[in-house]
């Protein structure tokens, strides 16, 4: 039975990864296109343009999509979909009003004056993504992997088309606008995919929503902040290279990031979605986690140390002969940063464990915690670009495996209760 249940687990994953690993490579089959027609001064706007709305996407549908998959009753989770889509509007509006009153003042202080004039469009942008993260926790819970595969992958597709097609068209910076783009067909496409297993708008009740908003109030309450300075931690090197930095400097971590992030949600994001819904099934049977988590680790360990191995030593010679010579310097960049991807890639996963079993608090308590150590990259402005590097690597190491050892005493933990219960 153990071994399964395993099997199913491992098959789930499998899916996701697949929509992922298209999401993943059509997007990279494109880049030695992108990478000519775009300048570092392009992916330098895009860079800061994308950290933004990495930031301001978490709070998009008030934290409640994570909290789709955890009501017994499938009328709940709709009408927790309802919810969010409520917020997400309100907040898209809110975020519009300041964008309109502070582009010119963050495009300033962030010493790129072309970003103000993209800065508008980031409400369009978060509205979109709220629909599909609503929408797409909704075919999890359904237990439609396939579906959310395909979902990410169109989004993928779409946005590297309208990236080339912008780019041919020298229409301002295509990168942003393919990254819209690409959004509003995930949306639509979402949308559709959610109705046809099942999301019906006629189950909608007034009161039913504000019952499941408050009942999962911990979601916000809990998890916006925390996730947020956790997020700024991660683009605080976007910023403090952008200020502090040569525009070329900036455009080649951006490009680097960007590449590096690719396979980190090929594999974490497929792998978490399905963690949630399989664990939140166990919970509610009180079924023990402990193997399919280790088992799930050591796979996740031997494909990043692989990865590590050949990024480290051939990054360099990789990004001068795929995207051109002028992305030399981003392959070394690269060479140094895939340490931290790869950390963060065994680890962040398994953060979605400590939000069903409970442990809201204990992830806040670790992004503050990530927050304040990475802040600390402001006493390093004037040094080399490639000692900096190395300090976000460090950073990141010390701060996932103090995460991972979270991780796991939660696991065990539960375990042990469990045990306990049965005796």
């Known amino acids: 039975m153990l071994m399964a249940k395993q099997s199913s687990l491992i098959k789930d994953i499998l899916t996701l990864f697949t929509g992922n690993a298209i999401a993943f490579l059509a997007p990279v089959m494109l880049y030695p296109v992108l990478s000519r027609m775009f300048t570092p001064g392009d992916y330098a706007v895009f860079g800061l343009y994308s950290s933004i709305f990495a930031f301001l996407e978490i709070a998009s549908a ?27 509007v309100i907040y898209s509006v809110f975020i519009l009003v300041l964008a309109i009153f502070l582009k010119d003042f963050v495009a300033l202080k962030l010493n790129n004056v072309d970003l103000a004039k993209w800065l508008i469009w980031l409400p369009v942008g978060l509205l979109f993504i709220s629909i599909s993260k609503l929408c797409n926790a909704w075919l999890i819970r359904a237990k439609k992997f396939k579906s959310a595969s395909i ?18 068209l020298v229409v301002g910076n295509g990168l942003v606008l393919g990254d819209i783009a690409g959004r509003l067909f995930n949306a639509l496409f979402s949308i559709h995919q959610a109705i046809k297993y099942g999301l019906d708008k006629s189950k909608v009740e007034i009161n039913s929503i504000k019952f499941n908003l408050r009942n999962y109030v911990e979601f916000p309450k809990f998890g916006i902040l925390p996730a947020m300075l956790n997020a700024l931690g991660g683009m605080l090197p976007v910023f403090i290279i952008s200020m502090y930095y040569s525009v070329d400097e900036s455009g080649n971590f951006n490009f680097s990031r960007i590449l590096l992030s690719a ?4 594999i974490a994001t497929g792998i978490s979605q399905v ?19 280790y088992s ?3 796979k996740l360990l031997v494909i990043s140390t692989i990865g590590t191995i050949i990024v480290y030593l051939f990054g360099p010679v990789l990004f001068e002969f795929v995207f051109g010579a002028k992305w030399r310097i981003a392959g070394e960049y690269t060479s140094i940063l895939i340490l931290s991807t790869s950390i963060s890639l065994v680890v ?6 400590l939000v069903v079993l409970g442990k809201i608090k204990w992830v806040s308590y670790w992004q503050v915690f990530y927050f304040a150590f990475v802040s600390s990259l402001w006493l390093l402005k004037s040094v080399d670009i490639f000692y900096f590097l190395t300090a976000i690597v460090a950073i990141d190491l010390v701060s996932y495996l103090l995460y991972g050892a979270v991780i796991i005493k939660a696991v065990h933990d539960y375990n042990k209760a469990l045990a306990k219960t049965h005796v």
């Open 62 to 88: 008030g934290r409640y999509d994570f909290a789709i998959v955890m009501p017994k009753q499938g009328d709940d989770g709709i009408n927790i979909i309802a919810g969010g889509f409520f917020i997400s």
């Open 296 to 298: 799930l680790a050591l």
């Open 151 to 168: 979902n990410k992958a169109s989004q993928k597709i779409a946005e590297g088309s309208a990236q080339m097609t912008f780019g041919f």
């Open 263 to 266: 396979p980190f949600a090929l």
């Open 348 to 353: 962040s996963p398994f953060s979605i464990l």
């Open 275 to 293: 963690l949630m819904q399989q664990v939140s099934e166990k919970k509610n049977e009180n079924e023990p986690i402990l193997n399919e988590v």
